[in-house]
């Protein structure tokens, strides 16, 4: 199984900090990832497809970047509505897998 | 609109059964993989098993292999999980979800999900 790793499990920032999430592959899955937001009692919410495509309607501060086995989303200027926990999710093979999650509190 | 809606959700003692239902509105449901996803409480995501358009691939997480059977209706634009030998371990808010791409061969990520439902393994 393909191991996803994300760090930090926790990040404490304030509105309008830059943040940024990694998350690291076990094996290579070239661009084959994407990445979530959930907040608490709802379902995640797509953010980012294909390592970088921003899914529509979804806020141009978030951004995704890398391939292979290293990737990052970067949240430009946080919002306070993005207090949230964050997850990336590998599809290059099975059985699918998420990193653990990285949630977001208020400094 | 997009919508998926789980029901069938609740109580089961160790050893028993449930069959989750998805049901799927606003979209064309046979050209879509779906996929069933779980979250126990206070944890985090978990992938538990995808079925193509057709119902000819089915995949599953290593953990619910030979006990839980993933389906669908096309006629009922309908998602099932059956889960049998439940454990304590299976308690947990299952979701279904959908593929982004419309006759893909391919499974790839979730851009719906539905609210989930609660399925509690417990004597």
């Known amino acids: 199984d393909i191991q996803m790793t994300q760090s930090p499990s926790t990040l404490s920032a304030s509105v309008g900090d830059r943040v940024t999430i990694t998350c690291r592959a076990s094996?290579?899955?070239?661009?084959?990832l994407a990445w979530y937001q959930q907040k608490p009692g709802k379902a995640p919410k797509l953010l980012i497809y294909k390592a970088s495509s921003l899914e529509s309607g979804v806020p141009s501060r978030f951004s995704g970047s890398g391939s292979g086995t290293e990737f990052t989303l970067t949240i430009s200027s946080l919002q306070p509505d993005d207090f949230a926990t964050y997850y990336c999710q590998q599809y290059n093979g099975y059985p699918r897998t998420f990193g653990q999650g990285t949630k977001v509190e208020i400094e | 609109e997009v919508q998926l809606v789980e029901s069938g959700g609740g109580l089961v003692q160790p050893g028993g059964s449930l069959r989750l239902s998805c049901a799927a509105s606003g979209f064309t449901f046979s050209s879509y993989w779906m996929t069933w996803v779980r979250q126990a409480p206070g944890k985090g995501l978990e992938w538990v098993a995808n079925i193509k358009q057709d119902g000819s691939e089915k995949y599953f997480v290593d953990s619910v292999k030979g006990r839980f059977t993933i389906s669908r209706d096309n006629a009922r634009n309908s998602l099932y999980l059956q889960m049998n030998s439940l454990r304590a371990e299976d308690t947990a808010v299952y979701y279904c979800a959908r593929d982004p791409v419309f006759g893909s061969g391919w499974s790839y990520y979730f851009d719906y999900w539905g609210q989930g439902i609660l399925v509690t393994v417990s004597s």
């Open positions: 094996q290579y899955i070239s661009s084959w």
